[in-house]
């Protein structure tokens, strides 16, 4: 059964880091690009960062313009992870992250997430 558990999340101050993590089970995860997605209370889903299953290409990693700069995605196939490093963070970067299959693929079920607080 796929399940997707997200880690990491917390209260930090503007200007401060975090890193989130993205355990999944199931064969698929090393055939499938990854992401990360958040979700601000009030607010619609939206795509954070994804990363390729060939981290040979020439660009394996993709974000979201608000975040370039700031945050970086990485895996580890072995250990069916993704991470999200986030620095500088701001407070508009408050919400509930989550992991799932890249977005122009069909999501298997999505987890819990994890909060994300940044104060001003």
């Known amino acids: 059964q796929v399940q997707l558990v997200e880690s990491g999340g917390g209260l930090v101050q503007a200007g401060g880091s975090l890193r989130l993590s993205c355990l999944a089970s199931g064969s698929f995860f090393n055939s499938m690009p990854m992401a990360w997605y958040r979700q601000a209370p009030g607010k619609e889903r939206e795509f954070v960062a994804s990363?390729?299953?060939?981290?040979?290409?020439?660009?394996?990693?993709t974000y979201v313009d608000s975040v370039k700069g700031r945050f970086t995605i990485s895996r580890d196939n072995t250990k069916k992870t993704i991470t999200l490093e986030m620095n500088n963070l701001k407070p508009e970067d408050t919400a509930t992250y989550f992991c799932?299959?890249?977005?122009?693929?069909?999501?298997?079920?999505w987890g819990r997430g994890t909060q994300v607080t940044v104060s001003s």
């Open positions: 990363i390729s299953n060939n981290l040979f290409a020439s660009n394996p990693a």
């Open positions: 799932n299959k890249a977005p122009t693929l069909t999501p298997v079920r």
